[in-house]
């Protein structure tokens, strides 16, 4: 029989807010109506929130990657590219740490920067539509969650209007999301034209124009803002003239436009990229980022829970609810309130197994 263990007395985050002082149990991998527990776990004082999604991570020391996730909250990590497919399936059967799921290879321009990574595979530079379209089926026959393309303005660094726009189509024909990497607002122009599902990042060289922000809301494109990647890029670029208020102030129309924000970071650990925001850790930063940004903390939780659950048809979580999957994360204190408050870890639970 699965153990039954019921968190005790801890008030929960629904979405909105939190629940009075209540009795959650897990039982097995899921969270369950009230049984007789074989462990009781103190809540009071404490408030249990889904387990966080962190929208935007990278994969590269492996299993370390999950662990450090894991032991921040962060159970569900969705990975913006990884390769190769051996490594990704890898890290796919990995347990006791963050779910990825992920884009495995993305698409880049052939005079961008991720193209000239050491190390970028060759099957990722695209040049033509019909190069994207066949790209698409690769990740498709490599079971890829979602499709990532890196938008740049235009060429000779990215990829065409008409390239990007092939990827896009060949991906929806699938039934996969698309996420696009653009960091300057020309390349938030090409990939809102493409009609891509997910932006992440957000632009440096100015704020977003208006334009841009209505269509966004128009089409439902959602956007992963990497708040602190962006303010380590700035910081380490300013002599570019990349600024981060461009990002953060993006960030409050957005939301002001009500446009769908997610919690993502770009946490990584390559030696080759501009930054390193750190897995687990840089989850916390970016929640008080964006709440500096305007966002109340109830929203930026829930950019970090059911909205990035929704987003993704990540069906099975987001929500502390029965039948759902038992990735949990208990905290001291209220992040409602306080949003420095979930840095205070106190448990975290993936699939119904307690991280130690």
């Not at 899921?30 to 249990?48: M, S």
């Not at 109340?296 to 987003?311: C, D, I, K, Q």
């Not at 029965?322 to 975290?348: C, E, M, Q, Y």
């Amino acid at each position: 029989m699965a153990t039954v263990t019921a968190i005790d007395d801890v008030r929960v985050f629904t979405g909105d807010g939190l629940s009075e002082p209540r009795r959650v149990c897990l039982k097995g991998e899921r969270i369950t109506a009230e049984e007789p527990p074989d462990v009781v776990v103190d809540g009071a004082g404490k408030v249990l929130l889904p387990g966080l999604v962190d929208a935007h991570v990278h994969t590269v020391r492996g299993r370390a990657d999950l662990l450090d996730l894991a032991r921040w909250g962060v159970t569900t990590g969705l990975d913006m590219g990884t390769w190769p497919s051996s490594f990704v399936a890898e890290m796919r059967r990995q347990t006791g740490g963050a779910q990825i799921f992920t884009a495995t290879t993305p698409a880049a321009g052939a005079g961008g920067g991720h193209a000239k990574m050491p190390g970028f595979p060759a099957e990722g530079v695209i040049t033509t539509p019909d190069e994207g379209r066949a790209f698409v089926e690769r990740r498709v026959a490599e079971g890829a969650d979602f499709i990532k393309i890196i938008t740049e303005a235009a060429p000779p660094e990215g990829m065409d209007q008409a390239t990007v726009n092939a990827i896009v189509a060949a991906a929806h024909g699938h039934g996969l999301l698309v996420v696009a990497h653009s960091v300057t607002t020309g390349a938030f122009r090409v990939a809102v034209e493409a009609g891509v599902d997910v932006s992440t990042h957000a632009p440096l060289d100015a704020v977003l124009d208006d334009d841009t922000v209505r269509r966004m809301h128009e089409l439902g494109v959602v956007s992963s803002p990497t708040l602190v990647m962006m303010r380590g890029v700035a910081e380490l670029r300013a002599a570019a003239g990349l600024r981060y208020e461009h990002a953060r102030d993006t960030v409050a129309k957005l939301r002001e436009a009500g446009v769908r924000l997610l919690v993502g970071t770009d946490a990584n650990a390559s030696a080759v990229g501009p930054f390193a925001p750190k897995h687990g850790e840089s989850m916390h930063d970016e929640l008080a980022l964006l709440v500096e940004a305007g966002l109340t903390p109830v929203e930026a939780l829930r950019g970090a829970t059911s909205l990035a659950a929704l987003t993704f048809g990540l069906d099975d979580r987001g929500v502390v609810e029965p039948g759902k999957r038992a990735d949990l994360l208990l905290v001291d204190g209220d992040p409602t309130g306080d949003i420095t408050a979930a840095r205070a870890v106190a448990g975290v639970w993936i699939a119904g197994e307690r991280v130690r």
